[in-house]
């Protein structure tokens, strides 16, 4: 089992004749993910050679799931063109969109969040800013490197693309059943939320790691989720600790007023929802494996 990405998931990429899009669609075709087209209009009809396999380019998302069934879209596309992009890809009804695109005006990742809504929210989606999605042995949509694990029962959710990175190594011989970058930008798609209800659900997923950051209060609403809805042990780490208070800190939605959104806060409200949270991304891989007794 796995949350929003299986081996079954047919994955096409927009952006993929670009630098960036070609250089992930090789690695993910790599870790097995089964990448059935591109979208470019301009490069429509054409196909691209990875190693042996032969990707067509199609001019539409919605051509693209016509001709190949395709559910999910990985976007590597500029962040001047990205609303476009997830637009098309929202109308097209394509179950998940993966925005893997850093830089998107926060104005146009709200519009494009609020599109989605107002079409019944039909396509999930992750990022922008993110490193997308990984079921470690199954698939892999975005940018997460695929051989730093391998399938295992913790369910990881993140803000921070290098932490979820980092925890992942350092549980590695346990392994994930899922993990999932949602992205640290004031808008994103898919929330801690959402993805703890998931790993909650699923029967193959024994405990959830959940890194946050300071700023905003997303940690503190997951706080709220947890105590009132996860029965399964969850660990928590909060990024920026050491943070000097009144600074903005890395991702543009890291940012401390007061004592809401700082890292004590936080660490606070999870701790009073029975998450135990480590002070470093190796303290929270130990308190990890305690409880798994590994």
Not at 138 to 158: E, F, M, W, Y
Not at 229 to 245: C, I
Request: charged residues 20%; aromatic residues 6%.
């Amino acid at each position: 089992m796995a949350i929003f990405l299986t081996k079954d998931s047919k994955v096409i990429v927009q952006g993929m004749t670009g630098a960036t899009g070609m250089k992930h669609t090789k690695l993910m075709l790599g870790d097995g993910t089964n990448i059935v087209g591109g979208v470019n209009p301009r490069k429509a009809g054409t196909s691209v050679d990875f190693d042996g396999t032969e990707v067509p380019v199609f001019g539409t998302v919605a051509e693209a799931m016509e001709k190949t069934g395709a559910d999910v879209s990985v976007l590597f596309v500029p962040p001047a063109f990205a609303k476009a992009a997830v637009i098309e890809a929202i109308d097209a009804e394509i179950p998940l969109a993966v925005v893997i695109t850093e830089g998107i005006a926060v104005h146009d990742s709200a519009a494009f969040w609020a599109y989605a809504g107002s079409k019944g929210n039909k396509t999930r989606i992750i990022g922008p800013n993110c490193p997308g999605l990984i079921t470690p042995g199954q698939s892999n949509a975005g940018i997460i490197p695929g051989d730093i694990t391998k399938p295992g029962r913790i369910g990881l959710v993140s803000k921070s693309g290098t932490l979820t990175y980092q925890m992942m190594y350092e549980l590695r011989d346990i392994g994930f059943s899922s993990a999932v970058g949602i992205g640290g930008d004031p808008v994103i798609g898919t929330t801690h939320i959402d993805a703890l209800a998931a790993f909650e659900a699923d029967p193959d997923t024994d405990l959830i790691v959940m890194i946050g950051e300071i700023g905003g209060d997303a940690e503190e609403r997951a706080a709220d989720f947890i105590k009132a809805n996860v029965t399964k042990p969850v660990v928590g780490y909060v990024a920026g600790f050491t943070a000097p208070e009144g600074k903005t800190m890395g991702h543009a939605g890291a940012i401390v007023s007061g004592s809401s959104g700082t890292a004590a806060a936080k660490k606070e409200a999870l701790e009073a929802a029975g998450v135990k949270v480590g002070k470093t991304p190796t303290e929270t891989a130990k308190l990890a494996r305690e409880i798994l007794g590994a």
